[in-house]
Nanobody
Framework: QVQLVESGGGLVQPGGSLRLSCSAS????????LGWYRQAPGKQRELVAG???????NYADSVKGRFTISRDNAKNTVYLQMNSLKSDDTAVYYC????????????WGQGTQVTVSS
């Protein structure tokens, strides 16, 4: 059974930092591209940051220079370090593991709420 479990969300003041973690089980983690997506109320889910199996990263323009995605294949975990948080970053953040390039499946976590507010 495949599981992606996010943690680390919460309430933070503008300008603050949070680190999200997503721990995976039931997959060969190193084969998967990983991503963090977010969905704010009334908006579509959007890609925040991605990291390939080889370690290449990409970011949404809105978070470049503030967020950093990383992965630890030994721990089957992907991280999202979020600095200089803004109210616009408030959303539910979802972890994604995409194995479709290798003919594998695509999996999602249940999401973790991030609220940026004073």
């Amino acid at each position: 059974q495949v599981q992606l479990v996010e943690s680390g969300g919460g309430l933070v003041q503008p300008g603050g930092s949070l680190r999200l973690s997503c721990s995976a089980s039931g997959i060969v983690f190193r084969f998967y591209a990983l991503g963090w997506y977010r969905q704010a109320p009334g908006k579509q889910r959007e890609l925040v940051a991605g990291i390939t199996s080889g370690g290449s990263t990409n970011y949404a323009d809105s978070v470049k220079g503030r967020f950093t995605i990383s992965r630890d294949n030994a721990k089957n975990t992907v991280y999202l370090q979020m600095n200089s948080l803004k109210s616009d970053d408030t959303a539910v953040y979802y972890c994604n593991a995409d194995g479709t390039v290798r003919g594998l499946l695509d999996y999602w976590g249940q999401g973790t709420q991030v609220t940026v507010s004073s």
